[in-house]
C-alpha cells in the first residue's frame, strides 16, 4: 500500500505545506512526577492536554486509523493479507500513553495518582477550595480508563501508579473488567451528584481547558458518560441499566444530559465536550490521512449515506478525481472504493473515488478532540426508549440525533479558518427530507428501528471516534459489514473481538499477567458483548 500512499501524497501536495507533529504540551507538564512543586491545577490542565483526545497526527495514524478504525470499517485500509493484525507496537504506545507521562498522551492515570496524593497532602480548608479539581479529574480519567476496558478487558487499575502514593514500585494486579465498569459508572452517579450541587471557582475555571469551569457542563458530561457506560452494559446486565437509564430519561431536571438542549440546529461548540485545539497549535491531520485512511469507505457511503441522499455527505466528503492533460478533473460522482478490491486494484483506481473532506478533516487546524456529543446522546436515548418505553419517544430523539449530526458535521466544516470553502448549512427541508422520507427514517420493525439506530450512532461517530464505533458495533452487531476474508493471514482472517495485551506489559508485569492469560485471546470477548 506504501505505492498508494506516496501517489495520493503527491496529486495534494501542492494544497498543503509540510507542518510538524510536535506536541504543544508545555514543558513542565511533560512529567508531572518531576515537577518541583507539582499543584492541582497544572497537574489537571496537564491531564486534559492529551493527544490521544486532541485531533492529532499520531493517535489517528497509527491507533484509530490501523485498529478500530479497520476493525469498524470507519476507516480506510489497505486490503492486504495483516489488514486484521494488530500492530503490536502502536498497541503498547496507547497503552503506555494511559499509564504513563511524556508519551503522546497525557498519562491521565499516572497524573491522576500524583493529584491524589497532593491533594492528601493539602490543609483541609485548601483540600476544600480544590475538591472540585479533583473530581473532575476523575470523570476525565473514568472516560479514558472505560476506552482501556472497551478495548482490552481486564486492565491494570487500582494498583497502577501507586509510587506517588506509597513511594514503592508495585506491579499491579488486574482488576476484572465488569467490576470496574460497575464501579465507573457508581463513581459517574455521585460525580455528576457533587457537580449539580457545587459552585465553581476562578482557579477551576482557569486550568479547565476542557469546560471552562461550567459545573452545568460538568454535570452533564458526567451524566452522559454514564448513559454510555449503562448502555453499553445493557446486553449482558439488562436489568441494572434499565432501572437506571429510566430514571435518567424521567428526571432530566436532576439528570441533565448533554443533549443540546433538545434543539435539532444546536450549537456543537456550546453544549458538547471538545477539547479545543490550544492557541498554539497549528498542525492538522493531512499527514495522518494521507498516509493510507483518507479513502472513503465502502459501507458508510455506498450503503448507507449515498442511498438515503445524506446531507451530510458535502463536509464529511470529496469527490476527488484524475488529472487529464496537466488538468484535474473531478469525478462526476460521490463513491467509495469497494472493500472487495485488492491491494493493486485500490492501487490502480483510487482516483475514481471519493477522499475525505479537505476542510473538514484533513487541513482543519482547529478540529477539536471529541469527546461527547449530542447526536450520541440522542442516540442513546432513543435506543433506551425503543428497547423499554415509546417508539415515539424512540422517533424522536432519533430524528433529533440525526439532524444534530448534521448541525455536527458543518460545524466542524465551517470552524476550519483556512482558505477552504465552507459550506453552507443544508435547509430544514433538506434535512428533513432525509429524516422522515429516506432510507434512514424511523420506520419498520423494531428490530428495524433498533439496527437503524445503531447504524446512524456508528456512522455519527465516524473516523475521529473509531474508538466507540467500534465498542458499539461489537456491542450491537450493527451495521452488518462484511470482511474480506480471501489470502489473509492464518489466524488472522477476520478482525478481533478485542485488543491483545501488549508484549511489554505482558514480559514486564508476567506474574499479574498469569492471572488473565487465558483471556488473552482475539477472539474473547469483552463482558459487555452479547
Not at 495520493?8 to 504540551?25: E, Y
Not at 476506552?147 to 501508579?161: C, F, H, Q, R
Not at 471557582?201 to 458526567?222: E, H, M, N, P, Q
Not at 435518567?248 to 471538545?274: C, E, R, W
Amino acid at each position: 500500500m506504501k505505492k498508494l500512499i506516496i501517489k495520493a501524497s503527491f496529486l495534494v501536495f501542492a494544497l498543503a505545506a509540510t507542518l510538524g507533529c510536535k506536541k504543544d504540551i508545555d514543558e513542565k507538564f511533560n512529567n508531572p512526577e518531576q515537577v518541583l512543586e507539582p499543584n492541582l491545577p497544572g497537574l489537571f490542565t496537564a491531564m486534559l492536554n492529551n493527544d490521544r483526545v486532541a485531533a492529532k497526527y499520531w493517535n489517528v495514524r497509527t491507533f484509530l486509523s490501523t485498529m478500530p478504525g479497520v476493525y469498524a470499517q470507519t476507516a480506510y485500509f489497505s486490503n492486504g493479507n495483516a489488514a486484521y493484525q494488530q500492530n503490536d507496537g502502536y498497541a503498547q504506545n496507547y497503552w503506555d500513553d494511559f499509564y504513563s507521562t511524556g508519551g503522546n498522551g497525557s498519562g491521565p492515570l499516572a497524573i491522576y495518582r500524583v493529584m491524589e496524593n497532593k491533594f492528601n497532602s493539602l490543609s483541609t480548608a485548601d483540600q476544600n477550595s480544590q475538591r472540585i479539581i479533583l473530581q473532575a479529574a476523575k470523570v476525565v480519567l473514568i472516560e479514558q480508563a472505560a476506552k482501556m476496558v472497551d478495548l482490552w478487558g481486564d486492565i491494570p487499575y487500582s494498583e497502577a501508579g501507586s509510587l506517588p502514593a506509597s513511594s514503592t514500585i508495585k506491579n499491579p494486579k488486574y482488576d476484572e473488567q465488569k467490576a470496574l465498569y460497575s464501579t465507573f459508572i457508581s463513581d459517574l452517579s455521585s460525580l455528576a451528584t457533587y457537580f449539580k450541587a457545587t459552585t465553581t471557582t476562578a482557579a477551576f475555571a482557569k486550568c479547565d481547558i476542557l469546560l471552562k469551569g461550567d459545573v452545568s457542563k460538568w454535570t452533564r458530561y458526567a451524566n452522559s458518560l454514564r448513559l454510555r457506560l449503562l448502555m453499553r452494559i445493557s446486553k449482558t446486565d439488562e436489568a441494572t441499566a434499565k432501572t437506571a437509564i429510566l430514571q435518567m430519561l424521567g428526571d432530566q431536571t436532576n439528570f441533565p444530559l448533554v443533549d443540546g438542549g433538545n434543539v435539532a440546529n444546536y450549537s456543537p461548540v456550546n453544549s458538547d465536550v471538545l477539547l479545543q485545539p490550544l492557541t498554539t497549535s497549528n498542525s492538522d491531520l493531512h499527514d495522518a490521512f494521507f498516509e493510507g485512511s483518507w479513502y472513503a469507505t465502502d459501507y458508510m457511503l455506498n450503503t448507507l449515506m449515498l442511498p438515503a441522499n445524506d446531507p451530510r455527505i458535502p463536509v464529511i466528503y470529496d469527490k476527488f478525481g484524475e488529472t487529464v492533460n496537466g488538468k484535474f478533473v473531478q469525478n462526476a460522482t460521490y463513491k467509495a472504493m469497494p472493500n472487495t478490491f485488492t491491494t493493486t486494484e485500490q492501487e490502480s483506481n483510487f482516483r475514481k473515488f471519493a477522499v475525505l473532506d479537505s476542510g473538514t478533516f484533513v487541513f482543519n487546524v482547529k478540529l477539536p478532540g471529541i469527546l461527547i456529543t449530542a447526536s450520541e446522546v440522542n442516540l442513546l436515548k432513543a435506543e433506551a426508549y425503543e428497547r423499554w418505553g415509546s417508539t415515539t419517544d424512540a422517533k424522536t430523539a432519533y430524528d433529533l440525533g440525526l439532524k444534530q449530526s448534521v448541525a455536527f458535521y458543518y460545524y466542524l466544516n465551517n470552524v476550519n479558518p483556512g482558505a477552504y470553502a465552507k459550506v453552507d448549512l443544508p435547509s430544514t427541508a433538506i434535512v428533513d427530507a432525509w429524516v422522515n422520507t429516506s432510507t434512514a427514517s424511523y420506520s419498520g420493525t423494531a428490530a428495524e428501528k433498533l439496527a437503524k439506530i445503531a447504524t446512524q450512532k456508528w456512522a455519527h461517530f465516524g473516523v475521529l471516534q473509531s474508538t466507540e464505533a467500534w465498542s458499539e458495533y461489537r456491542r450491537t452487531g450493527y451495521p452488518v459489514l462484511t470482511f474480506q476474508t480471501t489470502g489473509k493471514l492464518v489466524g488472522f482472517e477476520t478482525p478481533p473481538t478485542r485488543l491483545l495485551y501488549p508484549g511489554k506489559e505482558r514480559s514486564l508485569n508476567s506474574e499479574n499477567y498469569q492471572a488473565v492469560a487465558s483471556k488473552d485471546t482475539r477472539k474473547t470477548k469483552i463482558f459487555w458483548m452479547p
